[in-house]
């Protein structure tokens, strides 16, 4: 990869993640703790890339680093060919707990970054509704989010980062506070927006199922300092079923070469 000017590096992918290193200072002030080492991988066009690892591998770090919400302590990441220096519209996150403005109604909260972007009202109300329909939310535009169920309220944190109209969609375990009913619907939820709707989406999970079901690719991480341990490419058809002989394999295959040390 050539480097063309200042923080401009050529490329063909979405996101390029390079010898990202990530530690920090002990809690008790002893020492530091190497979180992340040496993560190279990219993320193409309207790819679903699920990052894989045991809890507390550190994947909220390297999502908030490639958000922009963090910086490495080694490396850089760039979108398109551009440093990321710190978050901007074109990364829409989604968290595992939807952090929506409980004062908003549902069309508010899915019309906040446009406004803060100026986008002008007529544009705004047609990108509000369109994502409303998108994740099924149509008719509950004036609920607040204290009026919705956890599933729900997830739909208006998708609806909300997409009205954004992000070029890649970062997701750090979405569903992981839902129960497993809805975590399920939840899944296919997004499976069928996905289809409707192509992103390129960076998806952190500890939990294989989910990652099977979602993912074009996974990378299947260590424990810290987390590096990358394989990647695989998953090429079933979409809608995956859970019991199907080949998910099946892939569980087994994946699971098996985990690191499960702490
Ligand atoms: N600001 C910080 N200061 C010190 N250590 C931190 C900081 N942020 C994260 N860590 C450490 O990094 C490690 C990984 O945390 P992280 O939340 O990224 O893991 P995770 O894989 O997302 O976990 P989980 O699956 O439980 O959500 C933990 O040991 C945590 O203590």
């Known amino acids: 990869m050539e480097r063309t000017e200042g923080n401009v590096i050529a490329g063909g992918a979405v996101l390029e993640c390079r010898n990202v290193g990530r530690s920090f200072d002990n809690y008790d002030g002893n020492g530091r703790n ?54 901007a519209p074109e990364r ?74 992000p070029d890649i969609m970062l997701m750090d375990e979405p569903f992981g506070h839902l129960d497993a009913q809805t975590r399920y619907m939840m899944e296919e939820e997004l499976q069928r927006i996905w289809q409707k709707e192509k992103r390129t989406v960076v998806f952190v999970t500890n939990n294989i199922e989910e990652a099977l079901f979602l993912a074009d690719r996974i990378i299947l991480l260590t424990n810290c300092p987390t590096h990358i341990k394989e990647e695989y490419i998953i090429d079933m058809p979409h809608p995956r079923d859970y019991v199907d002989s080949e998910f099946l394999r892939l569980r087994q295959l994946i699971t098996d070469n985990m690191d499960l040390t702490l």
């Open 92 to 165: 829409g996150v989604v968290y595992q707990k939807t952090s929506l403005f409980p004062w908003m109604t549902v069309e508010e909260n899915v019309g906040f970054g446009p406004s803060v972007r100026h986008v002008p009202e007529k544009e705004r109300r047609e990108l509000v509704k369109r994502y409303l329909e998108l994740v099924g939310l149509t008719g509950f535009e004036k609920s607040y989010p204290g009026q919705l169920s956890g599933g729900m309220r997830q739909r208006v944190g998708i609806a909300r980062a997409y009205a954004n109209q």
């Open 34 to 87: 190497e979180v992340l080492r040496n993560m190279n991988f990219e993320v193409h066009e309207n790819e679903f890339l699920v990052l894989f690892g045991a809890g507390q591998c550190g994947k909220t770090t390297l999502l908030n680093i490639l958000a922009g919400l963090d910086m490495p302590t080694e490396g850089e990441v760039y979108t398109r060919g551009r440093k990321v220096t710190g978050p």
